[in-house]
């Protein structure tokens, strides 16, 4: 399921809805052919009698099972998102119980990403953040090309704090230095700003 544009705030815009790369559903998915597979094989050469029944109702067990964990597999997929707007980076999943996490650009301080060779040969990896909340560190797994994620999130975050600072610099003609530098403090208390930040922009304005 798409994530909703109505969840989105005014103003911002969505810019990445990802769902797991295809990876996350490959071992069921092969599960369920080779379960497939041994019932066919079962079927058209197994043993007649009690031998054979027991052997056909083993079989088909088997390729109920996989497809159970297949059908489970793929409703997860189904149902997780990792989302990217102009503001914040989202992450949704649960079938039944939903469960989801929302970090807002500006608190997010480093991204990087992992991936095996298997998963280079794919396009798929692991996509960590670290971040000024809570939670401090937080990772994505079976991220659709996540070097290219990891790219964008950079780009919106540059953006997003572009904007901040246009908010601020907007009705700058008609605001004093004081005024100026007490709405950069009030981003600062609000965690919109790092303390590094408001000096090189106090800099900027207490500047000849």
């Not at 005014?10 to 559903?25: A, F, K, M, Q």
């Not at 071992?27 to 066919?40: C, D, M, Q």
């Not at 998963?119 to 990772?139: I, K, P, Y």
Request: a neutral charge; glycine letters at 10%; charged letters at 20%.
């Amino acid at each position: 399921m798409a994530f909703p544009r109505k969840l989105l705030n005014d103003g911002e815009e969505l810019v990445l809805d990802l769902r797991p790369h295809w990876v996350y559903l490959a071992r069921p998915a092969a599960a369920l052919v080779a379960a497939i597979v041994v019932g066919a094989v079962v079927l058209a050469i197994g043993p007649e009698g009690d031998a054979g029944t027991a052997l056909n109702v083993a079989a088909g067990v088997l390729v109920v099972v996989a497809l159970v964990w297949f059908g489970v597999r793929y409703a997860g997929w189904a149902s997780t998102n990792l989302v990217l707007t102009s503001d914040r980076l989202i992450s949704r999943g649960g079938v039944l119980s939903k469960s989801g996490i929302e970090i807002p650009l500006e608190r997010i301080n480093t991204v990087f990403f992992n991936q095996s060779l298997f998963e280079r040969m794919f396009g798929s990896g692991d996509l960590v953040l670290e971040s000024a909340g809570e939670q401090g560190r937080q990772s994505f797994t079976d991220i659709r090309r996540p070097a290219v994620v990891q790219r964008e999130i950079y780009v919106q975050m540059e953006s997003n704090e572009n904007r901040k600072f246009d908010r601020v610099r907007g009705p700058a003609s008609g605001l004093s230095v004081a005024e100026q530098l007490e709405k950069l403090h009030g981003l600062v208390e609000r965690g919109a700003l790092s303390p590094a930040q408001y000096e090189a922009e106090k800099a900027r304005l207490l500047a000849p």
